[in-house]
Antibody
Framework: EVQLLESGGGLLQPGGSLRLSCAAS????????MTWVRQAPGKGLEWVST????????YYADSVKGRFTISRDSSKNTLSLQMNSLRAEDTAVYYC?????????????WGQGTLVTVSS | EIVLTQSPGTLSLSPGERATLSCRAS???????LAWYQQKPGQAPRLLIY???SRATGIPDRFSGSGSGTDFTLTISGLEPEDFAVYFC?????????FGQGTKVEIK
């Protein structure tokens, strides 16, 4: 059974840093593209970042480019999102999702999400 | 980027009724690369439909998707109690992928 479990969320001040993790089970992480999607409170879903299968390519939304870094540790079957220079508008539940590819990407399995709150 | 507009915002129906949800794109969606997801409070989203009309693994056949170009529809042929949730559409025919704002299907 495919499972994704996010961790690492929390409350922090603007300008701070945080690292989110997503532990995968039931499949080999390196065989799939993986994505982080976020959902601000009461809002819709927003694509944040994707890493290609094998990790050769990384892609970011303009809103996080230069501040966030996606990576994976194949030995631990874990996906990560390093978030720096955080802003109030980064407040959201962050989901990791197993990714399938069309022209862009869509998602066949999602985790439960981890909440990141950026506030002074 | 493509903007997806879902309607209605909220749909109030009784179990057993048919639900029809709309997703309209600001420009044509390449190759009908349109997906639908179901989300319940506190739960992960679940993929229902991809390619506008293909059901994902394990999805009951009461869920069906249709449409092309800029107009897409998700139909639930007879609502079960577990179907009351929020539904999102997503286009993946152009980058960046974008989502609609969601339609809440609530019990009348």
């Amino acid at each position: 059974e495919v499972q994704l479990l996010e961790s690492g969320g929390g409350l922090l001040q603007p300008g701070g840093s945080l690292r989110l993790s997503c532990a995968a089970s039931g499949f080999t992480l390196s065989s799939y593209a993986m994505t982080w999607v976020r959902q601000a409170p009461g809002k819709g879903l927003e694509w944040v970042s994707t890493i290609s299968a094998g990790g050769g390519g990384t892609y970011y939304a303009d809103s996080v480019k230069g501040r966030f870094t996606i990576s994976r540790d194949s030995s631990k079957n874990t996906l990560s999102l390093q978030m720096n220079s955080l802003r109030a508008e980064d407040t959201a539940v962050y989901y990791c999702a197993r990714t399938l590819v069309g022209v862009s990407v869509y998602f066949d399995y999602w985790g439960q999400g981890t909440l990141v709150t950026v506030s002074s | 980027e493509i903007v997806l507009t879902q309607s209605p915002g909220t749909l109030s129906l009784s179990p057993g009724e048919r639900a029809t949800l709309s997703c309209r794109a600001s420009q044509s969606v390449t190759s009908s690369y349109l997906a639908w997801y179901q989300q319940k409070p506190g739960q992960a989203p679940r993929l229902l439909i991809y390619g506008a009309s293909s059901r994902a693994t394990g999805i009951p056949d009461r869920f069906s998707g249709s449409g092309s170009g800029t107009d897409f529809t998700l139909t639930i042929s007879g609502l079960e109690p577990e179907d009351f949730a929020v539904y999102f559409c997503q286009q993946y025919g152009s980058s960046p992928t974008t989502f609609g704002q969601g339609t809440k299907v609530e019990i009348k």
